[in-house]
């Protein structure tokens, strides 16, 4: 699969970027995005220097996939002990208990 050279625009300034064939409206998505973070946190905090304000947005972004992925595996968990309690439900119902 090839990529394809896609140009974004964050904060004013224009940038190419490559990404695989086909990821090319996910890639613009994505650029729009973290632009709108940025500006909205430049409002906010009246930060101008730009390498603070990819920190600050960056870790931001790093924080909130964090807290999907521990509420995640919560809920995955959960669901994997509603299964169990539903699969002995069933063995009792069917009568294949094994205990």
């Keep these: ?3 394809q050279a896609v140009e974004v625009e964050i904060l ?3 940038t190419r970027v490559n990404c695989p064939e086909g990821q090319e ?3 613009i998505k994505a650029a729009e995005c973290l632009d709108e973070r940025l500006k909205d946190m430049m409002s906010k905090t009246k930060i101008t220097n730009e390498v ?3 920190t600050f947005v960056a870790l931001n972004f790093c924080h ?9 595996k919560i809920a995955d968990n959960e669901l994997c002990q509603r299964i169990e309690k539903l699969v002995l439900s069933l063995d009792k119902c069917i009568g294949t208990d094994k205990a």
Excluded: A, C, P, Y
């Design 12 to 14: 004013g300034k224009l």
């Design 25 to 27: 409206e996910s890639l």
């Design 1 to 3: 699969m090839s990529n």
């Design 52 to 54: 603070q304000l990819l």
């Design 64 to 72: 909130e996939l964090e807290t999907r992925d521990i509420n995640s």
